[in-house]
């Protein structure tokens, strides 16, 4: 396989549990501008492969590298520093803050943006000036000033995704980031991943087929821990193994 442009990848990818195979060489590759659907029945290792790519756990045998480095040894945090980054890491949006200062907020982060601003002059208004940049992004500039225990469910998925934003990611892990919405915020947050995904990689755990057909470029199945099948929506839809580990549900 051709791996020079992955921006993510993983090679072997293995983590036992004691005696159980959580995980059993997993290759995966993430490339830039891309969105990548992880899926699989429930127990199949999609978060445990979430958990060993941002190293939260570490494998018990494999390679992981981003950006060609090699990040198999590299602490979570220093992982996160370089732009790996996982949805439900920020997901915590202060419920008394406004929707601005939310971003504000992340913006400030250890690994925020706001760390690579020219600081001496107008900090608070470069600051600003970022986080309406990326509210506008996103499409909250009305509920700028609204707090964010007023938002729909909907709003609020919205804005954990301008907060992850404000981390700069190089790649970013959603954790089944259309679960419990409605169709109309699944088109928006939809349309938003595949709008951050043209800069970016995206790898995403997605029960809703339908939009994993939509929107994502690439689908590994995993199934007991395994590799299933790999590649394209259309043809690993088609796989009988595919269909028989899903009509099994
Ligand atoms: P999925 O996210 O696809 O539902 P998981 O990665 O959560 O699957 O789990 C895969 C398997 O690994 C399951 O059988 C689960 O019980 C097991 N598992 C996950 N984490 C642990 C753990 N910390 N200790 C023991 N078993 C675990």
Request: charged share 20%; aromatic share 4%; net charge positive.
């Amino acid at each position: 396989p051709v791996t020079a442009h992955a921006v993510l990848s993983a090679r072997g990818l293995t983590r036992r549990f004691g005696g159980f195979l959580a995980v059993n060489n997993v290759d995966i590759d993430v490339y830039q501008g891309e969105i990548h659907a992880l899926i699989g029945p429930n127990g199949a290792g999609k978060t445990t492969v979430f958990n060993l790519l941002t190293k939260f756990l570490q494998p018990t045998s494999g390679r992981i590298s981003l950006m060609r480095q090699d990040i198999t040894a590299t602490p979570a945090d220093r992982v996160a520093r370089m732009g790996l980054v996982r949805s439900f890491q920020i997901s915590a949006v202060f419920p008394h803050l406004t929707v601005l200062d939310n971003v504000r907020v992340a913006l400030q982060r250890p690994n925020g943006l706001a760390h690579q601003f020219w600081r001496p002059m107008s900090a608070l208004d470069q600051l600003t000036g970022k986080a309406e940049g990326l509210l506008a992004t996103v499409g909250l500039t009305r509920e700028r000033d609204a707090l964010a225990a007023d938002l729909s469910y909907g709003r609020k998925r919205v804005l954990e995704i301008a907060t992850t934003l404000a981390l700069d990611p190089k790649v970013l892990l959603l954790d089944e980031p259309l679960a419990g919405m409605g169709q109309e915020d699944i088109a928006t947050i939809a349309g938003l991943i595949r709008n951050v995904a043209r800069t970016r990689a995206v790898l995403m755990v997605e029960h809703n087929l339908s939009v994993v057909a939509d929107i994502c470029d690439r689908v590994t199945v995993l199934q007991r821990g395994e590799i299933l099948a790999a590649g394209d929506y259309e043809t690993v839809s088609r796989d009988p193994q595919v269909r028989t580990a899903y009509m099994g549900r």
